[in-house]
């Protein structure tokens, strides 16, 4: 299971990551920030769909996503 | 007579409208006023503000930097401007976003408002500049409420005049909870 | 199984947040410079040259040396550090004000010279610093607050091409136009990021990139209506492709 | 528009009201901010009263548009802020020498260099002594608030169709930003008579017309200068200040523009403490109103310059009164926005600590 | 048998003799635009906007009303006439340090906006007026007093096409490139001029004409040699032809 | 070269000679009488010298290459006649408030506007006073024989570095065309060191370097402008000017440049007859040397500024010496080639003629 | 006979007229005018061949050439 | 000493490079020396001249008004220039093109050289400036001969080096001829 970590204080809340995610695992929070930003969140529900791609945190603008990649022991014993 | 304010939140809550509706209120007063928004790139990254400045005699800076009173429309907004308002002064506070227990009330006087709340109730949630102007006329009796009513017309957009009776009823709102 | 860091900030972009709207793509065309520069370890014989537009702060955002051109004259400075410093990566990061409007006959002898830099051009179709007035790359109909109206192509012109228009000097040795609103396009602008690199440190010529970016501020767009403009709306004014590189023969990419 | 028919603008919409009110035929700009809401403006509004917008490509290309409009006898101008008006000197240069009138406006900002946006009286100097290159000078108005804005652009229309100059309004990023309630006035008709002799419109049934700066043959340059000075001279007669609580005061600070407000202010706040302090407001800064000032200093009131800036209008000050008495200087510098409160502890000082 | 004026000077040519050396055909050029204003009936409508450069003193030459354009603004300085005397025929002369150095901006904007005024501009390869510096239009390899080895096309670039740039933005009705050193071409010439001022009198934007002539004394030749020169080596870089007719299909005249 | 080492030189190819010697690297500029011949130089000298020549597109092209190169630590120059100088007024002020150090060179000719290639002095407010927008002043040096434009670029750059500041040489046609006799020194050695602590070079093991002059957070422009003002006071050191023959006047003459010598001519004239005059001739025109010249008034004796403008200098003349003295003034005009017999009699009359 | 009037004040002897005269008549004199310019002149000996063809004309730089055409009688009839 | 002179004429005439050359030699002699020429666009159409002021003392004005020598090598430079000439000065005239007589010799010293014959007879029809040169020391005795001769080789350009003697010659025969 790959994951996202996602500076909630960074992220401005433009949503540009949860078009692109393939999984569409992200959406809008439902919390501010200190800037005053609805920011962006892995839905918990979905969060063990990420595969890693990163296109999520290619596009943000904000480098506000970081992307942990699991490979799969199959995977990584190629 | 003579009054100021500093008008402070997140871009978007309509912290230019809410200075120009007092600015323009007070004119129709027949009062001298200036009205002094912040601008270029200032305006990016979330926060603005802007000055109104009513007096009957000749206004001189439109820039003031211990005001009288402060209009704090989210959490920054109060911790910001606060410090900067003189002894004795009124801050109102959206209490919906921003703790009017983080003010220092020993010095000022504070005005808690939930704006947002109120404005939802009002049943359109971004008109939360206009409830915390109408906390602003009664916390301060800087200006007839009936003033910023008659002001809506001039200073809407035209293509939202038809939400002028909703401005009207948050500034109403705004006036009854503080 | 074993967890890798598969994205993560490139050690050039500086950890301060940018002063940027949300949704607004400058900030993904420095990061993606700075992952360059990074990756082929040069971010210490680096030197950039800023202009005047939102991206102004950009040395607040990477860490490389820097200097900061007057408004359209980014290209000339870059000339200057270039031709005592040829040892130098140069490059200079303009908007469509700065390097079409106010700038253009510095990028186009800059081109036609051959300067050996890269050349970062972001157009946003608006002049986003000044609060989105029109700029030479604003498309026919749009309306800007200096073109309330909407441009209108008979007195006010058509947006500039400045991709194809820098491909058609000497001294360009490579220019390409891409587009920042999906990953597939954003695997473009690396690529082309990387040849724009290249054939300065080859030694061949200019190299000219032009990122179609988002200003939803000035746009008067949410973020995500503003990234599916780009394809609806630029993308067919502003074609993406190779229009020059001096080692292959130009086409769509 | 109130019900004593008052309209609350913005400073740079007062000034452009003011000059589409003067009859304006061509405007040509450049964005830069604080004075973005002119172009802005008139893009909206001056092609509905029959006038020209462009949006030049540059500053150079604004103010030679300006120029090529002006020439034609149209009432044209430009605008623009610190950086954008250097990059015209040049080009004022020119026009002042090929007579051309025009009007340009320069919103100051915090300088030197890109500097920030907040306010700044820097460019005194640059504006007062012919920026550009040669011996020239522009008449330029300096005002305070949105209606005097308002008031003066429609003026410098006329003083520059009158001498055939251009005219600057020197403002800055409070009076561009700032909004006030302002009384319209009724628009000026076109007048063609005003530049009948002159303009360019062909030369139908009559010699060619040129505007021209270049004078290569010989005595010719310097008979132009000769012409020049005469009228720079002649513009003594629009020297023009504000006084206010001088007659008693002990000491007349002299100050200019947006700056001069925040003075008055302090003032103000001087006299409820009872102290004798006056202001005198310049309203042109060229032709500096050197008698009003030397007429102070002659009645053995001490003065003192205020600006918003290094020192560069002190140096009028002090010409106009060298040989009578001195002015002392507080400037405060770009980058803060100053407050009454250090002005009247700067004057205070003054009064207090013996002349200069 | 009866004798018939075939040629003589054109009423808008004034008599003073022009201060331009030997063999330089920028008398050429002002008269052919005499010429066609003065058979058109035009001369009393119109206003000439002059630059710097050998040409500055063309007021003197040419007896329309005129104005003066600083170094390389001759375009914005006649957007400016035109766009508030829109009855008017307006072109301006410039030369190709003037055009196409430090005045590129300028050109390249009012071409694009498709002012409707004609440039007439004058490439003799060479600063004239200052004493042959080199231009944005040397030759490769043309030695002049700032090249003194001869243009290098690698650090200095080749010589700008501007016909050719100006005929690729949308503003621009017709552009041509002509040469003033034979009857022959004196003929294109005249054809060219014609349609650069036919575009703008309909309302149908920039018409452009590039015009090559001599600088003897710049290129250190006798006026016969330099008249040579533009055949043997200037017209093989600059080629002639239509490069943009709104009206007709552009090609080789 | 003659027997005594001398070498035969234009004006403008001593000021390269100057420049190439002081270690110059980049040279960027665009063509304009009468300074033509140090582009000219340039291109054929300076590749030769190890250093990079570029013919700009543009005055404004050309400084800002300035900029760029100046920024590494390069020893970088560019120059121009009055009205190109004119084009680089906003690059000036970004370079001084970024602090770049660079030579400029000014060979003015007539004005104002394109005016003519004859000689003037027209542009000594811009150069003093920062032409360009904001406050800002650099060091302004003024030859006025080949040898001293020799040695005046050569320091030029020294100051430049010193102060890190653009530095500007104020010349005019007749300095820049005539030809005399100057003695060339030795090449200076190139000195890395000079720019070790700010030059752009790659932020290796250290941190970036920037190179700006925006500063919108609160309070910093102001901080800049602090340290800039401080830095403006501290080149007062570098007031310098000649005298000539003051010792026993009864009046003094401040004039500098190529009119200066004009002026020694009348001078020794006027000394033959008999008469007690003098020159003071500031070679520092901004620090201008208001101490030596309050000192001559403090004497007693009587000042005529003599200019080639219509009174420019002639305020620091007069700001200089206020309260203590005034000074006459005599203006010849652009497009004229001032004489030595019309300067005698102007001073003739000033000394003759009581005091102003 | 057509036949050219050359204004030898005019004229600045750059002899570009003489190399487009399709009947070679042209050629530089040797008379120099005030301002020292050699000018060029028809030969006398060749005047009568000159047809009227403008080509002198429209090459000179310096307007110093005017052309007048004698249509001969069978031509002018036509 | 001191003394100066406007050596003018048409363009190609050669003006700049006597100017030069009087100049050179001067310096060489251990003179204080200024050399003006004319430039920019009044190079054009024909004409040119140059100033050369010799000096023990410093030298001021590079430029001359009322020059005490005028070298006139065509007859709108005699006309132009000798009204400028001091009382009592110098004109040399080419009178290959230019009649002595029109020079107001009541006024000032005319010396009369036909230069463009004697350059045909030396074999260079160029050398017309050389030989008024020549002309122009004996004539005024502002330098010795020799020193002109010693400077060619510092002021005529490489690729005319091999005229060196050539021009020599012309400057003797001008000296002998006036
Ligand atoms: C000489 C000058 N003119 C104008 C300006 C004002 N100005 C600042 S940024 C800008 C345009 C920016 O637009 P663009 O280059 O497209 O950049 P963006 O902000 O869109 O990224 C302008 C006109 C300036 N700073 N300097
Ligand atoms: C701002 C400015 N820079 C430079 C000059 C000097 N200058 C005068 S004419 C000229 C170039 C002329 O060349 P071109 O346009 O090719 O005309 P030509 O003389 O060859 O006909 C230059 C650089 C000037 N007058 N103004
Ligand atoms: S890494 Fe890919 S799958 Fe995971 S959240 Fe981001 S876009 Fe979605
Ligand atoms: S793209 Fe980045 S800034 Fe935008 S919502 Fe997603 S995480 Fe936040
Ligand atoms: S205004 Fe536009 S370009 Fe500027 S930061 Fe905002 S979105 Fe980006
Ligand atoms: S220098 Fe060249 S362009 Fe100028 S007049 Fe002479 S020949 Fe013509
Ligand atoms: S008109 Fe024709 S034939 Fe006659 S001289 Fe001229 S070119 Fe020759
Ligand atoms: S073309 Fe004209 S100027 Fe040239 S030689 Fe012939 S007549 Fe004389
Ligand atoms: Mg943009
Ligand atoms: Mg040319």
Redesign the interface.
């Known amino acids: 299971m790959s994951r996202i970590v996602l500076d909630e204080e960074r992220c401005k809340g433009c949503l540009l990551c949860t078009v692109v995610c393939p999984k569409n695992i992200l959406r809008q929070s439902s919390r501010m920030n200190a800037q005053g930003y609805k920011v962006a969140e892995c839905a918990p529900e979905l969060a063990e769909e990420c595969t890693g791609c990163t296109a999520c945190a290619q596009m943000c603008p904000d480098l506000a996503i970081v992307v942990w990649r699991t490979v799969k022991a199959k995977e990584a014993s190629r | 007579m003579y009054a100021d304010v500093i008008i402070a939140g997140f871009g978007g809550q309509g912290v230019v409208l809410a200075g120009t509706l007092l600015a323009y209120a007070a004119m129709e007063h027949g009062l001298n006023v200036t009205f002094m928004p912040v601008y270029g790139p200032e305006m990016r990254g979330g926060t603005a503000n802007c000055t109104v400045v009513l007096s009957d005699e000749e206004i001189g800076s439109p820039i003031i930097r211990r005001p009288q009173n402060v209009v704090a429309l989210n959490r920054p907004s109060l911790e910001k401007f606060q410090l900067q308002l003189a002894d004795g002064g009124t801050v109102v506070v959206n209490s919906s976003l921003a703790d009017p227990a983080l003010a220092d009330s020993a010095r000022i006087k504070v005005v808690g408002v939930p704006c947002n709340d109120i404005a939802e109730k009002v049943g359109n949630a971004r008109m939360v500049n206009m409830v915390a102007m109408g906390a602003f006329v009664k916390a301060t009796g800087a200006l007839p409420l009936e003033r910023l009513k008659q002001a809506l017309s001039h200073v809407v957009p035209a293509h939202y005049g038809h939400l002028i009776p909703k401005n009207a009823e948050a500034l109403q709102a705004g006036y009854d909870a503080a | 199984m074993s967890e890798t860091l598969a994205f993560t900030r490139t050690p050039s972009v500086a950890e301060t947040p940018t002063h940027y709207c949300p949704g607004c793509q400058h900030g993904v065309a420095h990061r993606m410079v700075a992952e360059y520069l990074d990756a082929e370890n040069l971010a210490e014989k680096t030197i950039m040259v800023t202009s005047i537009g939102c991206s102004v702060f950009l040395y607040n955002y990477l860490r490389f040396d820097s200097v900061e051109a007057p408004h359209g004259r980014a290209p000339a400075t870059a000339t200057g550090v270039k031709r005592v410093s040829p040892d130098k990566v140069v490059f200079t990061y303009q908007g469509d004000g700065d390097l079409a409007s106010i700038g253009m006959a510095e990028i186009m002898h800059a081109a036609n010279r051959g300067e050996r830099i890269t050349v970062v051009f972001v157009n946003n179709t608006v002049y986003g610093m000044t609060g989105g007035q029109m700029a030479p790359t604003t498309l026919v109909g749009q309306k800007t607050t200096t073109s309330p109206a909407g441009r209108c192509a008979s007195t006010e012109g058509a947006p500039f091409r400045m991709a194809e228009i820098v491909a058609g000097l000497g001294g360009v040795a490579f220019s390409a136009r891409v587009a920042l609103n999906n990953v597939k396009h954003l695997a473009q602008a690396r690529k082309a990021i990387r040849r724009a690199f290249e054939v300065q440190l080859a030694g061949q010529g200019m190299g000219f990139v032009e990122l179609l970016a988002t200003c939803p501020t000035n746009w008067k767009m949410t973020p995500v209506q503003a990234n599916e403009h780009i394809e609806a709306a630029i993308i067919p004014t502003f074609p993406l492709g190779v229009f020059k590189d001096i080692a292959k023969n130009a086409g769509a990419c | 528009m109130?019900?004593?028919g008052?309209i609350?603008v913005k400073g740079n919409e007062a000034v452009s009201m003011g000059a589409i009110d003067a009859g304006l035929?061509?405007y040509?700009g450049?964005?830069?901010?604080?004075q973005?809401e002119i172009?802005?403006y008139m893009?909206?509004h001056l092609p509905k009263a029959g006038?020209?917008?462009?949006?030049?490509?540059?500053?150079?290309?604004?103010i030679?548009?300006?120029?090529?409009?002006?020439?034609?006898g149209?009432r044209?101008m430009t605008s623009s802020s610190?950086?954008?008006?250097?990059?015209m000197?040049?080009?004022f240069?020119?026009m002042?020498?090929?007579e051309t009138p025009c009007v340009v406006v320069n919103m100051?900002r915090?300088?030197?260099?890109?500097?920030?946006?907040?306010t700044?009286q820097?460019?005194y100097?640059?504006a007062t002594?012919?920026?550009?290159?040669?011996?020239?000078r522009t008449p330029v108005l300096a005002p305070s608030t949105c209606q005097e804005a308002y008031d003066l652009t429609r003026e410098a229309f006329d003083i520059a169709f009158r001498f055939r100059t251009p005219v600057m309004i020197l403002g800055d990023a409070?009076l561009g930003?700032?909004?006030?309630?302002i009384t319209r006035g009724v628009p000026r008709p076109a007048d063609p008579a005003e530049s009948a002799d002159w303009g360019?419109?062909?030369?139908?049934?009559r010699e060619?017309?040129?505007?021209?700066?270049?004078?290569?043959a010989e005595?010719?340059?310097?008979?132009?200068?000769?012409r020049?000075?005469a009228k720079?001279e002649a513009m003594a007669s629009l020297a023009r200040c504000e006084t206010f609580m001088t007659e008693d005061a002990e000491l007349v600070v002299v100050s200019f523009g947006?700056i001069a407000?925040?003075?008055?202010?302090?003032i103000?706040k001087l006299r409820a403490r009872g102290l004798k302090v006056g202001l005198l407001r310049p309203i042109t800064l060229f032709p500096f109103p050197a008698e009003a000032v030397a007429a102070v200093a002659r009645q053995g009131k001490r003065l003192l310059t205020i600006e918003h800036?290094?020192g560069?209008m002190v140096?009028d000050v002090?010409?106009a009164v060298?040989?009578i008495a001195?002015s002392a200087f507080h400037g405060t510098?770009?980058?803060?926005?100053p407050?009454?409160?250090e002005y009247e502890a700067a004057i205070e000082a003054a009064l207090t600590g013996g002349s200069k």
């Open positions: 109130s019900a004593d008052r609350f035929k061509g040509f450049y964005p830069i901010t604080p973005n172009p802005e893009s909206l006038g020209a917008f462009v949006q030049a490509e540059s500053e150079m290309a604004a030679n548009m300006v120029l090529g409009a002006a020439a034609t149209a044209a610190s950086p954008g008006v250097s990059l000197q040049e080009s240069s020119y002042a020498t090929s100051m915090g300088g030197p260099g890109l500097g920030d946006i907040n700044s820097g460019d100097y640059q002594r012919g920026g550009g290159h040669g011996d020239y409070i930003q700032m909004k006030e309630p360019l419109s062909g030369a139908k049934g060619q017309r040129i505007f021209r700066s270049l004078f290569l005595g010719v340059l310097t008979a132009v200068n000769q020049l000075r720079f947006s407000r925040i003075v008055k202010s302090s103000r800036n290094m560069q140096d002090r010409l060298c040989g001195d510098l770009s980058g803060t926005i407050t009454p409160d």
